[in-house]
């Protein structure tokens, strides 16, 4: 065993204890009574009626309101100043500093985010699995070495509809038909301004659900839009994102929810069944490997290749008429 493998070793029996001592100490203060559980106000919508019909959804519905007891936040907020009151809370800085010097200006950040799951794991249950513990711990010393994490987005589509309730391409990729929690899920009152305003709206007609390991959001973000060209290149479909979740499996990976802002409907659209699984997954396993980076994420294209997909994805996707996307369309073979 190596010396850095034996100082890992210790960070982890560390990063254990402390766990155990932090739980211990959220279940002391949950049996005095001093983290409260308050009442919030939420908002759902039940539907009465949800039809899905080649991509349109046809529905009935009414918001209702109703009572959510959640953990106090500031009692929260005050045990975690307890937690890192902790001489263990210190000494597990100076470990990742000394063993990672990358994180050196961030290491209490990405303590308090591992010390901020640990809380939570410790109010959801009555009872916390040492497995739990092991598994939050191992993943946030992957995080520190830099590590790829597992992310799972999932994006809301426009302009590709299914005609079976779930399409599996592969391990990595599949799409199903949107459920009316995808729609419009419970959201507290206080923050409806902010819900209604980065809900997908019911033009979505697809969900795309991806697994991949990547360091970074972009990697992520490049990802999916080379998905999307590929699902654009693989028949005629204005394919693009209502609105995607990255999902990190992970302790301190940046995480977000994108909206793209799109309010109208989709100029060509297709549809997907199981029958098309095995030649959508050969499509896009050759396809997606041949789209440069150049054209992605708003970035300047270089040659003729990039030139074309950026001229054809105008031709798709930009509120045009039909004269102004046939030109889009002469373009993008002209640039070949």
């Avoid at 299914?162 to 009152?189: A, C, G, M, Q």
């Avoid at 923050?191 to 697809?206: C, D, E, V, W």
């Avoid at 028949?235 to 109208?264: C, H, M, Q």
């Amino acid at each position: 065993m190596t010396i850095l493998s034996m100082s890992i070793a210790l960070l982890k029996s560390e990063l254990l204890n402390y766990s155990h001592r932090v739980i211990d100490l959220v279940l002391e203060n949950k049996k005095k009574g001093s983290i409260r559980k308050t009442k919030r106000t939420y908002i759902r919508t039940e539907f009465s009626r949800f039809v899905y019909n080649r991509g349109l959804i046809d529905w009935t519905s009414e918001k209702k309101h109703f009572r959510k007891e959640e953990w106090s936040s500031e009692d929260q907020s005050k045990l975690e100043e307890i937690a890192k009151g902790e001489p263990a809370y210190q000494r597990i800085i100076q470990l990742v500093i000394e063993l990672f010097p990358k994180h050196k200006e961030g290491a209490d950040f990405c303590l308090s985010a591992f010390l901020s799951e640990i809380i939570r794991l410790g109010l959801d249950k009555e009872k916390t699995e040492e497995n739990e513990l092991v598994g939050i711990t191992s993943s946030f010393i992957d995080d520190l070495e830099g590590k790829p994490n597992l992310w799972t987005p999932k994006t809301w589509l426009s302009g590709i509809w299914l005609d079976d309730e779930t399409v599996i391409v592969s391990k990595e990729l599949s799409f199903r038909r949107p459920e009316p929690n995808d729609i419009e899920p419970e959201y507290p009152l206080d923050m409806s301004g902010f819900y209604l305003r980065t809900m997908p709206p019911l033009l979505t007609s697809a969900i795309m659900e991806t697994k991949l390991q990547a360091h970074y959001p972009v990697e992520v973000q490049k990802a999916l839009e080379k998905t999307l060209i590929g699902l654009r290149l693989c028949k005629l479909g204005s394919v693009e994102y209502i609105r995607y979740r990255l999902n990190p499996r992970s302790i301190i990976a940046w995480s977000g929810t994108f909206s793209s802002g799109l309010d109208t409907s989709p100029a060509y659209k297709y549809g997907i069944g199981k029958k098309h699984s095995v030649p959508l997954n050969r499509f896009l396993s050759r396809m997606l490997d041949l789209i440069p980076e150049d054209c992605l994420l708003g970035a300047i294209p270089k040659d003729h290749i990039s030139i074309s997909l950026t001229r054809y994805n105008d031709a798709l996707l930009k509120p045009e008429r039909a004269e102004g996307r046939i030109t889009f369309a002469v373009m993008s073979l002209e640039a070949l």
